[in-house]
């Protein structure tokens, strides 16, 4: 099975961002953030996500506070991935009925989110558009200002020999949903099915993690040269934003684990490898690029703080194949 019968066509998506890009400010074409220079030195950082079609199993499953820490958390990946430090932040609800969908336990969730990185809910908007949303349907959307000064706006320049690390996910986070809710429809996959001694519905729910506190310490010290944050287009569609025309990128899975979910989507839905790297994360929420120099530097900063991280390959010459693979 491929994600576009689920109703999801990457291919489209990444022709319509290409035509999209002619529209933007030049800095922020190639970035997970926008960014708008504010003076010599600083600049305003802003992004805009959604959670997408998790949404209906956690109204299905009665579980809205996740979806609040899922759109605050991947909001500040992405500013993050710009070298930017999230001041405020605003919401989007809409729905069919308000009355409907418990709004509160959404903004609960955004409320302890925001906390953890010390930001503000600034504001928001509520709508009802019952000719839009059917049934039970509902949409979050969230948008986060960042600040960053001029010397920490990554990425930075990225050489052939550069090292390629990952950090765990907590899971898919907040992508492939609408392959995966096929998959588990066409199968009568019941949520309560047990994997690795956990409930599907609550594996699926686990919220989006947030890679600030890890993070951010070392792109004030300039010790990375890129954060890509692997959402909606994989590996492939996110590394592509931070590499050059004269150079790729060589990952290697042969030495991680993957987590059991994905194996679980992967054989009940008979979707390729090629296509689950092209759709979730599969285990690896946030890759970084460093300097070879800098490598006992970052593995010594990860071990402090016992988290675990994983070599997982290198930048090289461009020959054709922007981002490879091997498993």
């Known amino acids: 099975m491929r994600y576009k019968e689920a109703g999801v066509d990457i291919d489209y998506s990444d022709f319509i961002k290409k035509k999209i890009k002619k529209f933007l400010n030049p800095i922020s074409r190639e970035r997970f953030a926008g960014l708008y220079k504010i003076n010599e030195n600083n600049y305003v950082a802003a992004t805009i996500d959604g959670v997408g079609t998790k949404l209906i199993i956690a109204k299905e499953v009665g579980y809205l ?53 010390n930001v503000s809910l600034i504001g928001g908007e509520i709508a009802e558009m019952p000719d839009i949303y059917k ?19 990554l990425p930075k320049k990225i050489k052939i020999g550069d090292l390629i690390f990952g950090i765990s996910s907590s899971g898919l986070h907040t992508n492939g949903f609408s392959l995966v809710r096929k998959i588990i429809r066409e199968n009568n996959i019941d949520l309560d099915t047990k994997i690795s001694g956990r409930k599907l519905k609550n ?9 600030f506190k890890i993070l951010y310490p070392l792109i004030l010290e300039n010790k990375i040269k890129a954060c890509v944050h692997i959402t909606g287009g994989g590996f492939e569609g996110n590394l592509k934003r931070v590499l050059k025309d004269k150079i790729s990128a060589e990952l290697n899975f042969q030495n991680f684990k993957i987590p059991e979910i994905f194996i679980f989507i992967k ?16 285990g690896i929420g946030m890759l970084i690029i460093i300097s070879k120099k800098e490598e006992d530097y970052i593995k010594n900063y990860f071990k402090r703080l016992k988290e675990p991280i994983y070599f997982l390959g290198k930048i090289n010459k461009y020959f054709g194949e922007k981002v490879k693979i091997r498993l």
Not at 135 to 153: A, P, T
Not at 203 to 210: A, F, G, Y
Not at 267 to 282: I, L, Q, T
């Open 65 to 117: 506070e996740g979806v609040g820490i899922d759109i605050v958390n991947h909001c500040v990946n992405d500013l993050l991935c710009s070298g930017a430090k999230p001041i405020f932040f605003l919401d989007y609800i809409a729905s069919s009925n308000l009355r409907n969908l418990d709004i509160l336990k959404i903004l609960k969730g955004i409320k302890r989110a925001l906390k953890e990185h």
């Open 267 to 282: 054989e009940k839905g008979n979707v390729k490898w090629e296509e689950m790297f092209r759709v979730f994360n599969m």
């Open 203 to 211: 594996i699926l729910l686990t919220p989006h993690r947030s890679y």
């Open 135 to 153: 049934g039970e349907n509902f949409d979050l959307v969230g948008c986060m200002i960042g600040i960053i000064n001029k010397k920490n706006i």
